[in-house]
C-alpha cells in the first residue's frame, strides 16, 4: 500500500495504482509501503449492503431501471420485449431505432 497526496487530500492505495495517481496529479507522500495487514474496505460492498440505501435499487414496481447507454446497445429482439413490457405498441416491423427512441422517451432517459 503506498499513500499519495494532492490538494491536502490524503489516499492509501495498493502498487498497482501507481501511474493512475501520479497521472492525476498526485504525489507520493510515503516511500515506505504500508504493512501487507492493511487492507482497504470494499466501499461498493458497504454502500450495497447499507440498510439506508436499500430502496435505491430498483423501483418498487419491480422494473429495472435502465440506463441510455444499457439500451443503445441492446438488439432488436431485446428491444421488442422490453417495449411490451412498457406498454409501447411494438410490431414485426419495428425498428431497433424507432424502438430505442420510443423507450428512452417513455423512461424519460
Known amino acids: 500500500m503506498i499513500c ?6 490524503q489516499m492509501i492505495v ?6 493512475v495517481m501520479e497521472s492525476c496529479g498526485y504525489k507520493r507522500v510515503v516511500e515506505k509501503t504500508a504493512p501487507s495487514s492493511v487492507q482497504i474496505p470494499d466501499l461498493v460492498q458497504t454502500i450495497e449492503t447499507n440498510p439506508s440505501d436499500a430502496d ?3 423501483p418498487k414496481t419491480g ?7 444499457e ?12 417495449g411490451k413490457s412498457l406498454g ?7 425498428t431497433g431505432k424507432v424502438l430505442k427512441e420510443q ?5 424519460g432517459l
Do not use: H, P
Request: aromatic share 4%.
Open 14 to 19: 495498493n502498487e498497482n495504482m501507481v501511474r
Open 4 to 9: 499519495y497526496e494532492k490538494d491536502g487530500v
Open 56 to 58: 435505491m435499487g430498483e
Open 88 to 94: 409501447l405498441e411494438v410490431t414485426e416491423e419495428s
Open 71 to 82: 439500451i443503445a446497445r441492446m438488439n432488436t429482439a431485446d428491444l421488442k420485449e422490453l
Open 63 to 69: 422494473q429495472k431501471q435502465y440506463q441510455r447507454s
Open 103 to 107: 423507450i428512452l422517451e417513455k423512461l
